[in-house]
């Protein structure tokens, strides 16, 4: 992982750890790779794999509906490659 996504991972975080459940703006999807694969398919409710900045916006749209907070922490970090 270049240097330039470390910093892109460690921004993501921040963002997250400022805010409850973070907006997907289009600032922050723009941090994210177009072709993005989050696989949420074994989570408990409404499990799927999402693609793209679109199936982000949805993946976060379906926590706020959820969860009126959530908390992520970013226990280490480092580059490889």
């Known amino acids: 992982m270049s240097q330039e996504n470390v910093g892109v991972v460690r ?3 921040t963002k997250w750890q400022r805010e409850a459940l973070p907006d997907l703006d289009d600032e922050t999807i723009d941090l994210l ?3 993005i694969e989050w696989d949420a398919s074994r989570r408990t409710f409404d499990p799927g794999v ?3 900045h679109d199936g ?3 993946f976060a749209g379906k926590l706020r509906e959820v969860w009126e907070s959530c ?3 970013l226990a280490q970090s480092r580059r490889s490659g």
């Open 71 to 73: 908390s992520i922490r």
């Open 33 to 35: 790779d177009p072709e």
């Open 50 to 52: 999402y693609h793209g």
């Open 11 to 13: 921004r993501l975080y």
């Open 56 to 58: 982000m916006r949805e």
